[in-house]
């Protein structure tokens, strides 16, 4: 089979507690199966630059303000984007990531204000040719606040409230909704399910890509 000579970018996005994370470390060790090694980031994070952001909002002893934590992961997939994604993608990588700019919109874009803010800057630091699939994973609040408290609180967000996760969940789910109509790919999944059952999917999702990557 012959490759087709441009990379591939693949997004896991999901309110905490939703599997993502586990579901992104099965659809790597699937495509390592099958002689395909992606690079994996988290986001925000992923440079050293953005790991930094990352520890400046996580361990700052109080939760800053909504504006503050937003522009500052925004700079960190700003400085992602630019040092890792543009570069991997032009030499014919697969990169996949855990979370990514919508993350952000619907976690920090709680009122008006702050969803305008970070939409415009998703404008200006998300190249307009960048092509991603997005895999959102959704399952029930109520069994993601269970994952969540049977792991411990690990920074501010683990702390908050039942709202909080609905309305982060809600929003995620409308904008990938908004960005399937404008013609992106987008893939729903309900990963409430038995661990076994999530692995198949993950099989499927590395097939998905294998097949996109390879042709005849």
Do not use: W
């Amino acid at each position: 089979m012959d490759y087709k000579g441009k990379g591939q970018l693949v997004v896991f996005e999901g309110v905490d507690g939703s599997g993502k994370t586990t579901m992104v470390d099965n659809v790597v060790r699937a495509l390592e199966a099958m002689n395909i090694f992606p690079f994996k980031f988290r986001a925000p994070g992923g440079t050293k630059f953005g790991e930094n952001m990352r520890d400046t909002i996580f361990q700052s002893g109080t939760e800053p303000c909504n504006h503050a934590v937003a522009l500052a992961m925004m700079a960190s997939h700003a400085q992602l984007i630019h040092e890792q994604l543009i570069p991997l993608l032009e030499g014919g990588a697969v990169v996949i990531l855990d979370r990514f700019v919508e993350s952000t919109l619907s976690y920090q874009g709680r009122d008006e204000a702050s969803y305008a803010l970070i939409k415009d800057l998703i404008t200006k630091i998300v190249p307009k040719d960048l092509q991603y699939k997005t895999y959102i994973l959704d399952i029930p609040i109520d069994v993601a606040l269970q994952r969540i408290n049977s792991r411990g609180v690990e920074n501010f967000f683990d702390s908050k409230q039942v709202e909080f996760y609905a309305g982060n969940r809600e929003r995620l789910l409308t904008r990938m909704k908004e960005l399937q109509a404008q013609g992106q790919e987008v893939f729903f999944i309900r990963n409430n399910v038995p661990l076994e059952n999530s692995k198949q999917i993950a099989c499927t999702i590395a097939e998905q890509i294998s097949n996109s990557l390879f042709q005849k």
